[in-house]
């Protein structure tokens, strides 16, 4: 598995890409998601912390700046922590403004109310 998705340590990988940037996906999808705002944005945001992600990787553990392979690696971990994070948001939305409709069915999902 080394060198198909993480360039130095596992630790690094999990410290930096895992926790740090997907932890601040999450944080971006809910922002997104709490202002009402479309989906794509998480896409075009999630691009550019990709991009401090690995800038992260390169200033701090010596890895390479402008690698299109880890770019990659890094922009999908963060896409998924955004979208996650969206829908957890939304879940949270619908169900709580408008509870005489919907009811949480989960972390990220809802349901109609039985009549």
Known sequence: MHGLVYEGSF?????????LGGG????TGRAVASTWRP????????????AVVR???HA???GTLLSPH???VDG??????GFL???????RQMSSQYRWVNTRAGPFHWRRRPP
């Open 11 to 19: 630790g690094v990988f999990l410290l930096v890409t895992i926790v």
């Open 24 to 27: 601040a996906a999450a944080l």
């Open 39 to 50: 989906r794509w944005q998480i896409l075009v945001y999630t691009l550019i912390l990709a």
């Open 55 to 57: 800038f992260f990787h």
């Open 60 to 62: 701090l553990f010596g």
């Open 70 to 72: 880890y770019y990659l």
């Open 76 to 81: 999908i971990v963060c896409l998924a922590a």
């Open 85 to 91: 994070g969206f829908r957890a948001e939304r879940a």
